[in-house]
């Protein structure tokens, strides 16, 4: 994870949470505010908000371009685990998975114990003896299937 997608990230998220889950911004702004390439904000856009991870995105880019981020506001934990179930694909990524953890403890979905465990059971180090091109996938079928218990507990 790098330091200034971090910043990027927190950054966002706060606007969030001041505006009731919704932010606009100019993506020229915000990276001449952070000090940053544009790119890096698409990067960040691209990565850690997407509709997978309980966000929808729209954005116009050129000279008057900007960015609307919008939480999706789920009214169960149940729903937003099912959501998340749906749409996650049949491959993640170590970092993936980081990403919607986290996500899932800032809406309170999951309690600390119960993100260590996700992360633990879906490391590259816990999958070490599976063939890296098959890790991706036993990755997800893991997390979906914690997930699942989740909801059923």
């Known amino acids: 994870m790098s ?11 706060e606007m969030m949470d001041e505006n009731n889950g919704l932010v606009e911004i100019s ?6 505010q952070i000090n940053c390439v544009p790119s890096q904000i698409t990067y960040v856009l691209s990565t850690r908000f997407t509709n997978d991870q309980g966000y929808l995105v729209e954005s116009r880019r050129g000279g008057g371009g900007w960015i609307r981020i919008r939480r999706v506001k789920m009214t169960k934990p149940t729903q937003y685990l099912m959501h998340a179930i749906n749409t996650i694909g049949d491959r993640l990524s170590q970092h993936q998975i980081e990403v919607l953890t986290r996500n899932f403890l800032d809406y309170e979905i ?5 993100a260590h465990l996700l992360l633990a059971a879906t490391s590259d180090r816990s999958l070490s003896e599976i063939t890296t091109d098959r890790r991706d ?4 079928a ?3 299937n914690m997930l699942t218990s989740l909801i059923v507990r």
Do not use: H, P
Request: aromatic share 6%; charged share 40%.
């Open 137 to 140: 996938r036993t990755r997800a």
């Open 142 to 144: 893991i997390f979906k």
């Open 3 to 13: 330091r200034i997608s971090d910043y990027i990230e927190a950054l966002l998220k």
């Open 27 to 32: 993506r020229n702004s915000l990276a001449d």
């Open 110 to 114: 999951i309690e600390d114990v119960e």
